[in-house]
Structure formats: structure tokens, C-alpha cells
């Protein structure tokens, strides 16, 4: 069974910082890309920022700049650090995992909401 666990949302003002991380547990026998959507209410979710078991990282065009995506591979933990933080950035923030259980299959985290206050 894997699990994965994240922590970090919250409320912030516009032009704040958050960090949120993501841990995978469980019985794992590896784990390849990690990343992180979100989604908005009334939007489908979206790919806010991935990066690949040999740390490379991609965006999405709307968070380049102010989102920076890391890992820990030790730690099975991924991170997402946000800097100027703007309304449109609230949304529930999600993790997701390809992680080799007895196959390779995606996972997801339960939710993180983060709230950009104007």
C-alpha cells in the first residue's frame, strides 16, 4: 500500500510565500516523476509543476518565476515553494506520484487548500 501525505497549504496575502511538501510512504520500490496540480472551483485541474527522478524540473507558463518545484529522493518527499502569491494561484494543490508498488501507477495526495488573499 502507498500513501501519499501533504502538508504546507493555507491562507496567505497577495505577494506572500508558501511551501508545501508532498512524502510517499508505504511499500515502495521506486518512485519516478513527482508533481503537483491544482484545482480551482469550477476548473479542471491542472499541472502546476513536475520534475523527474534526476531533478528535472518543467512549469506551467502561469507559475514560472515564483513556483519552484524540489525532491528529496532519500526522503521520498517532494516540494513545491511558492513566492508571490497571487489570488489567482488559490485552488486546491495536489501531489502526485508514478511510484513502482507491484506495478507502476500513478498516486495522488488528498489536498492541500492554499487561499492567495488580494
Known amino acids: 500500500q502507498v500513501q501519499l501525505v501533504e502538508s504546507g497549504g493555507g491562507l496567505v496575502q497577495a505577494g506572500g510565500s508558501l511551501r508545501l511538501s508532498c512524502a510517499a510512504s508505504?511499500?515502495?520500490?521506486?518512485?519516478?516523476?513527482m508533481g503537483w496540480y491544482r484545482q480551482a472551483p469550477g476548473k479542471q485541474r491542472e499541472l502546476v509543476a513536475s520534475v523527474t527522478s534526476g531533478g528535472s524540473a518543467k512549469y506551467a507558463d502561469s507559475v514560472k518565476g515564483r513556483f519552484t518545484i524540489s525532491r528529496d529522493n532519500a526522503k521520498n518527499t517532494v516540494y513545491l515553494q511558492m513566492n508571490s502569491l497571487k489570488p489567482e494561484d488559490t485552488a486546491v494543490y495536489y501531489c502526485n506520484a508514478r511510484i513502482y508498488y507491484s506495478a507502476w501507477n500513478d498516486y495522488w495526495g488528498q489536498g492541500t487548500q492554499v487561499t492567495v488573499s488580494s
Open positions: 508505504g511499500s515502495i520500490f521506486g518512485i519516478n516523476a
